[in-house]
């Protein structure tokens, strides 16, 4: 998503820079951390595979351990402290709370690299993603401090990349509780497409397409609750470790947070074997500059920006579901 009210600063470094200091982590890191096919097996058995496929957005309770949520909370804290400089407040001056994102941290936080690298994150979205393969996309943190009113609207995220395909992943994973007034809910379904125009979050004017030239979000809100909502509505309240799984094309937003209630989110975003990169004529979000001279468009997203994390075990529980 981009909420953005004010543009990220450019990002900084080139993308050979980031791609050496990318490799440094890649000799002898397969990144098939010890355990992960059995606890990706685990945590996905049929039913939310394929809960996953009909719906693009599925619950993973206790998706962390406890060691891994400390991880997690470790690289929020450095984060907020020093913000890089991709970041965006995207929350309005007046709101009595405050919305901040920042992306692309893997490789600056060692606690996210260790959380990403060392998880079962990518087998679970191999498995979710029915991918022989999970490639890193991005990270992307989202954090609503007390009281924030700013929604996240109702939006896809695929328009907003600089990738094509149809097996992804994006967890949204929550350091603090999230009732089920204030969690990403998801219109299910919506990932079989359409594309939606995508508009801008403060002042709806249609983004990089020509009006009419994609066809306007369904009013999700009209039919909520409805048993014959086309797109029906779901949601999770969620616990520290628990995180939701969802498809790029999946229609979903947020409210605001309750006054007293801190809402830190690390959203970690997988590619599978079909994604291919796709340079936009727009500004993606985020950008990854000076990448479309170095990756053709139509190629796989092979690119030590987008380390290759899981690739299908021979055994039966590494194996792509
Ligand atoms: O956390 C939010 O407010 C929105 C999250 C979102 O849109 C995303 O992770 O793609």
Same mark, same amino acid.
């Given at each position: 998503?981009?909420?953005?009210?004010s543009?990220?600063?450019?990002?900084?470094g080139?993308?050979a820079a980031?791609?050496a200091?990318?490799a440094?982590f #890649?000799?002898? &890191?397969?990144?098939q951390?010890?355990?992960? /096919?059995a606890?990706a097996?685990a945590? %996905? *058995?049929?039913a939310?595979?394929?809960a996953?496929? &009909?719906?693009?957005?599925?619950c993973?309770?206790?998706?962390?351990?406890?060691s891994?949520?400390?991880?997690?909370? /470790?690289?929020l804290d450095?984060?907020?402290?020093?913000p890089?400089?991709r970041?965006?407040?995207a929350s309005?001056?007046?709101?009595?709370g405050?919305?901040?994102?920042d992306?692309?941290?893997?490789r600056?936080?060692?606690?996210?690299? +260790?959380?990403i690298?060392g998880?079962?994150?990518?087998?679970v979205?191999?498995r979710l993603?029915?991918?022989g393969?999970?490639?890193l996309?991005h990270?992307h943190?989202?954090?609503? +401090?007390p009281?924030?009113?700013?929604?996240?609207?109702?939006h896809?995220?695929? $328009?907003?990349y600089?990738v094509?395909?149809?097996?992804?992943v994006?967890?949204w994973?929550?350091?603090? $509780? =999230?009732?089920r007034?204030?969690?990403?809910e998801?219109?299910?379904?919506?990932?079989?497409?359409?594309?939606l125009?995508?508009?801008?979050?403060?002042?709806? +004017?249609?983004r990089w397409? $020509? #009006?009419?030239s994609?066809?306007?979000l369904? *009013?999700i809100?009209?039919?909520?609750?409805r048993?014959?909502?086309?797109?029906?509505i779901i949601g999770?309240?969620? +616990?520290p470790?628990?995180? %939701? /799984?969802f498809?790029?094309?999946?229609l979903?937003a947020?409210?605001? %947070?309750?006054?007293g209630?801190?809402?830190?989110?690390?959203s =970690?975003?997988?590619l599978?074997? *079909?994604?291919?990169?796709?340079?936009?004529?727009w500004?993606?979000s985020?950008?990854?500059?000076?990448?479309?001279?170095?990756?053709?468009?139509?190629?796989p997203?092979?690119?030590?920006?987008f380390?290759?994390?899981?690739?299908?075990? *021979?055994d039966?529980?590494?194996a $792509?579901v």
């Amino acid at each position: 998503m981009n909420s953005a009210t004010s543009a990220p600063p450019a990002r900084q470094g080139t993308p050979a820079a980031a791609a050496a200091q990318a490799a440094a982590f #890649e000799p002898g &890191r397969s990144s098939q951390a010890p355990g992960a /096919a059995a606890r990706a097996a685990a945590l %996905v *058995d049929a039913a939310t595979a394929e809960a996953y496929a &009909r719906d693009g957005a599925v619950c993973l309770r206790g998706l962390l351990t406890p060691s891994e949520l400390a991880l997690l909370r /470790a690289g929020l804290d450095a984060n907020l402290a020093a913000p890089s400089p991709r970041t965006i407040v995207a929350s309005r001056p007046d709101d009595p709370g405050f919305f901040i994102e920042d992306f692309c941290n893997w490789r600056e936080i060692a606690p996210y690299r +260790e959380l990403i690298f060392g998880s079962a994150l990518a087998a679970v979205a191999a498995r979710l993603m029915q991918s022989g393969t999970a490639r890193l996309y991005h990270d992307h943190m989202l954090t609503k +401090e007390p009281g924030t009113r700013q929604p996240t609207p109702w939006h896809q995220d695929q $328009p907003y990349y600089n990738v094509d395909g149809l097996q992804n992943v994006s967890f949204w994973i929550p350091a603090d $509780p =999230v009732s089920r007034a204030a969690t990403l809910e998801f219109a299910a379904g919506t990932h079989r497409g359409p594309w939606l125009m995508p508009r801008t979050f403060m002042t709806n +004017e249609a983004r990089w397409f $020509p #009006e009419g030239s994609l066809a306007e979000l369904p *009013d999700i809100e009209a039919t909520r609750g409805r048993a014959d909502a086309p797109h029906p509505i779901i949601g999770w309240a969620l +616990e520290p470790g628990d995180a %939701v /799984a969802f498809h790029m094309l999946t229609l979903h937003a947020t409210g605001g %947070v309750e006054p007293g209630r801190r809402r830190r989110v690390f959203s =970690v975003r997988f590619l599978g074997d *079909d994604m291919r990169h796709a340079p936009r004529r727009w500004k993606t979000s985020p950008e990854f500059p000076g990448l479309a001279d170095e990756l053709p468009a139509g190629a796989p997203l092979d690119h030590p920006l987008f380390p290759l994390l899981w690739k299908g075990a *021979d055994d039966a529980a590494g194996a $792509p579901v």
